[in-house]
T-cell receptor
């Protein structure tokens, strides 16, 4: 399976600011996925990052709040914009190579 | 959209016993069903997956069964060990042929030595 690394691993941010999370895969993948996991909860798909086209967002998530970049087949970023305490969560990227695997996650706390 | 129900939410077993976690899904077009183990503070780890053209898959002490007609799938762990203690999530593909997943709410498994 692919090795997926994320950074930062954690951050504490002021409300109203933005944070960009980076995700690097050690092999080329067609699609990368961004999930959110709120404390003690399950995982929810935010969007699918496609190389060469705009990301596709799931219901309840919009591009203005969670802009995504996908400049090549091994890298993606997710920005959490204009943050509020409700955005405090773990953000995980994932990709499929011999199974859908997850990055190490970014634990975001908004104060 | 796809909806995945997972039961039970918590499960305690004696070491050496078997554990079974069950999930149901709503969309008959779903065709990819992975299971993840998540230890506290760690990322979800893929432990086994199954596709809709297969009824059962095994990997050592872990097995998954799929009943497409009833739209349910189950995780079976035999000879449980304390290190099996974790939260387990089932998932189903949101769209046929995709790896976009909707997850169950998770099962906290405790293996008692």
């Amino acid at each position: 399976s692919a090795v997926i690394s994320q950074k930062p691993s954690r951050d504490i941010c002021q409300r109203g600011t933005s944070l960009t999370i980076q995700c690097q895969v050690d092999s080329q993948v067609t699609m990368m996925f961004w999930y959110r996991q709120q404390p003690g909860q399950s995982l929810t798909l935010i969007a699918t990052a496609n190389q060469g086209s705009e990301a596709t967002y799931e219901s309840g998530f919009v591009i203005d709040k969670f802009p995504i970049s996908r400049p090549n087949l091994t890298f993606s970023t997710l920005t959490v914009s204009n943050m509020s305490p409700e955005d405090s969560s773990i953000y995980l990227c994932s990709a499929y190579t011999k199974g859908l695997t997850f990055g190490s996650g970014t634990r975001l706390t908004v104060v | 959209g796809e909806n995945v129900e997972q039961h039970p939410s918590t499960l305690s077993v004696q070491e050496g016993d078997s554990a079974v976690i069950k999930c149901t899904y709503s969309d008959s077009a779903s065709n990819y069903f992975p299971w993840y183990k998540q230890e506290l503070g760690k990322r979800p780890q893929l432990i086994i997956d199954i596709r809709s053209n297969v009824g059962e898959k095994k990997d050592q002490r872990i097995a998954v069964t799929l009943n497409k007609t009833a739209k349910h799938f189950s995780l079976h762990i035999t000879e449980t060990q304390p290190e099996d203690s974790a939260v387990y999530f089932c998932a189903a593909s949101i769209r046929a042929g995709s790896y976009q997943l909707t997850f169950g709410k998770g099962t906290k498994l405790s293996v008692i030595p």
